[in-house]
């Protein structure tokens, strides 16, 4: 894989990941259209995905859990919005509550998927990600992107780089 | 230096408005006081001062007495944890994408399935 290009864009508070494939469109859309594929990078190695109902058509919903290192079992959802094999995959992710319904406290994100073919037998896949209209996650992300703030965290990395040369 | 637990609400309304962000910017050197501060901005010393409290209650600086001034410093701390929670979400796509690779990697070791 060449990773690949990291925008964001705080006007409309969204977030693209591009990444390249060294295989077919339809072998990167199995890693969406397959739930034993789809459990096995969703969730970080320390919180593995169990996918419970997946239905990846156009107001079908997907259906997992995470358990996490202390039997923690944090749930998840996905609405999806729109569904295009193998070139196009929009849903809103977002929390289950114990009860296994929606979790309307927490944020929801829309992510829109694209995968298209470049040649030579390699497929682009592009990850947008809104963040939701809530507060907390617009500021998070207004934050980020400011160029004083940006400034900032620079500025903090050097100092942090020569504290720990000199220690 | 410790804050804890963090008030990520209360750090990112802080971190939300373009003055206090650079308040943290300027703050990092720890040399100037409110007053000082307040020189830079086209807004009066107790604006100012308003938003130094809103920062300082987040965490994000303090006030040090330095002889007999008093100047405001930007608690790194507080800012890496506000950082860390900005580049989560980015690391947990990242982290995706990796095992993605993997995954695909890994057809051309087994048989087809």
């Given at each position: 894989?060449t990773v ?6 705080p ?12 295989a077919?469109?339809?072998?990167v859309?199995?890693l ?6 789809l459990e ?12 419970t ?25 996905w ?5 295009e ?45 809104v963040f939701?209209?809530?507060a907390?996650m617009?500021?998070l ?8 703030l ?5 500025q903090?990395?050097?100092i942090?780089a ?6 | 230096?410790?804050?804890a637990?963090?008030?990520f609400d ?12 650079d308040?943290v910017?300027?703050?990092?050197d720890g040399?100037?006081?409110?007053a000082?501060l307040?020189e ?5 010393f107790a ?15 303090s006030?040090e007495r ?7 410093r930007t ?7 506000a ?13 995706r994408?990796g095992r ?6 890994a057809?051309?070791?087994?048989p087809?399935?």
């Amino acid at each position: 894989m060449t990773v690949m290009d990291v925008r964001k864009d705080p006007q409309n508070l969204t977030m693209t990941l591009d990444a390249e494939f060294d295989a077919p469109a339809d072998r990167v859309w199995e890693l969406w259209s397959d739930p034993r594929q789809l459990e096995r990078w969703w969730g970080p190695p320390t919180y593995p995905a169990t996918v419970t109902s997946h239905d990846l058509r156009e107001g079908g919903r997907v259906e997992y859990h995470m358990t996490g290192p202390k039997g923690d079992q944090p749930a998840g959802y996905w609405e999806i919005t729109d569904a295009e094999p193998p070139h196009r995959l929009s849903f809103r992710d977002g929390f289950r509550d114990a009860d296994g319904r929606p979790n309307t406290d927490m944020p929801v994100n829309e992510v829109n998927v694209t995968i298209a073919e470049v040649g030579d037998g390699r497929t682009r896949m592009s990850i947008e990600s809104v963040f939701p209209d809530t507060a907390a996650m617009e500021q998070l992300l207004a934050m980020g992107m400011q160029e004083g703030l940006t400034q900032a965290v620079g500025q903090i990395d050097a100092i942090l780089a020569g504290q720990a040369a000199r220690a | 230096m410790q804050i804890a637990p963090p008030d990520f609400d209360r750090m990112f309304g802080a971190l939300a408005d373009a003055t206090r962000r650079d308040i943290v910017r300027r703050a990092i050197d720890g040399e100037e006081g409110v007053a000082e501060l307040a020189e830079h901005y086209p807004m009066s010393f107790a604006a100012v001062q308003k938003h130094v409290a809103i920062l300082e209650r987040a965490g994000l600086v303090s006030k040090e007495r330095i002889g007999r001034r008093k100047v405001v410093r930007t608690n790194l701390e507080g800012l890496r944890v506000a950082r860390r929670l900005l580049d989560q979400y980015e690391e947990l796509w990242r982290g995706r994408l990796g095992r993605m690779a993997e995954l695909v990697a890994a057809d051309r070791k087994e048989p087809p399935r």
